[in-house]
């Protein structure tokens, strides 16, 4: 009996401090983005000459068929933009199910889809860098990647983070 009951007291310090270490995480996270998307020292260089663009993967075809790809500075800039916008979306699905309690692939990848074109309409609103269709599609691949991710770590059978393909909260499963 003695031992069921030590078992008993370490569960709750243990959540505990699994939900602080997700809260930190979090913070972290989002902190991030919103300094990433809105504070980052490039974004407040000279204004660009366009402020959107909704010409899909039109800048970045012109640049790789301009052989600018070939040099050090910009094709570090390159990939940054291509492969930065997919990673930095990735962990949102993770978020959005673990805080707010959403178990539906389609509200997951609606949210995170809302989320990128909340962040591309502010960034056009206030004038920080150029809101461009290629980040929105590219922040949509990342949220898709951290779903499937998401869909290989906790199978449909897991009870805790359980996802279902309709539009039901946690609350309601």
Do not use: C
């Not at 995480?25 to 660009?48: D, E, T």
């Not at 959403?102 to 960034?123: D, G, H, N, P, W």
């Not at 906790?154 to 946690?170: E, K």
């Amino acid at each position: 009996m003695d031992t069921s009951k030590k078992g008993n007291s370490k569960q709750p310090f243990f959540k505990i401090v699994q939900r602080v270490i997700a809260w930190i995480m979090g913070i972290f996270y989002g902190s991030g983005l919103l300094y990433i998307f809105f504070f980052a020292r490039r974004r407040w260089g000279p204004p660009p000459k366009e402020r959107i663009n909704l010409d899909l993967f039109k800048e970045k075809f012109l640049f790789w068929h301009a052989g600018a790809i070939h040099t050090k500075p910009e094709a570090v800039e390159f990939y940054k933009d291509l492969f930065g916008n997919v990673l930095l979306f990735i962990p949102l699905p993770f978020f959005l199910l673990y805080f707010f309690g959403m178990k539906s692939y389609s509200r997951l990848l609606l949210v995170s889809f809302i989320t990128s074109l909340a962040v591309e309409t502010t960034q056009f609103i206030f004038r920080i860098g150029v809101a461009d269709i290629d980040d929105l599609f590219l922040n949509t691949i990342g949220a898709l990647t951290g779903l499937l991710i998401l869909h290989t770590l906790f199978p449909v059978g897991s009870r805790q983070y359980r996802l279902t393909d309709n539009w039901q909260t946690a609350d309601e499963l």
